[in-house]
């Protein structure tokens, strides 16, 4: 999944205005918004990748994970597809889906990487 903040109007909420990017949206309706995702939170990451750089294709079973991109342009690889993301996408990735960052551009692409532990 992936959502852009500019692709969705923003909202007033406990006194200042924000996006919803991820969470409450309908590919989480059977989720409650406490679960909708990362249920289990685990960790937060700030992630920098120099132009150029790409990291590897990997999963994580035991996790499922949200990219918040902040700075820059790449491409992400989902599964099977691989998408372009810029600054202001988020992408949530399943537990067990394979994923892996490229940033074949010029600058530096930023992202936050939210984490949770799958509940069992």
């Known amino acids: 999944v992936i959502r852009n903040w500019r692709d969705d109007p923003?909202?007033?909420s406990h006194g200042a205005f924000g996006w919803s990017i991820l969470a409450a949206k309908e590919q989480f309706r059977e989720r409650t918004y406490e679960q909708a995702?990362?249920?289990g939170f685990h960790g937060m990451t700030m992630h920098l990748m120099a132009a150029g750089r790409s990291e590897?294709?990997?999963a994580h079973a035991e996790k499922e994970q949200v990219y918040y991109f902040t700075e820059g342009r790449g491409r992400l690889v989902l599964g099977d597809e691989t998408v372009n993301v810029r600054d202001g996408d988020a992408a949530y990735i399943p537990p067990g889906t394979p994923h892996g960052?490229?940033?074949d551009g010029r600058e530096w692409i930023q992202h936050l990487i939210l984490s949770a532990l799958i509940q069992s």
């Open 56 to 58: 590897a294709v990997h």
């Open 37 to 39: 995702p990362l249920e």
């Open 10 to 12: 923003p909202r007033l």
């Open 101 to 103: 960052l490229i940033n």
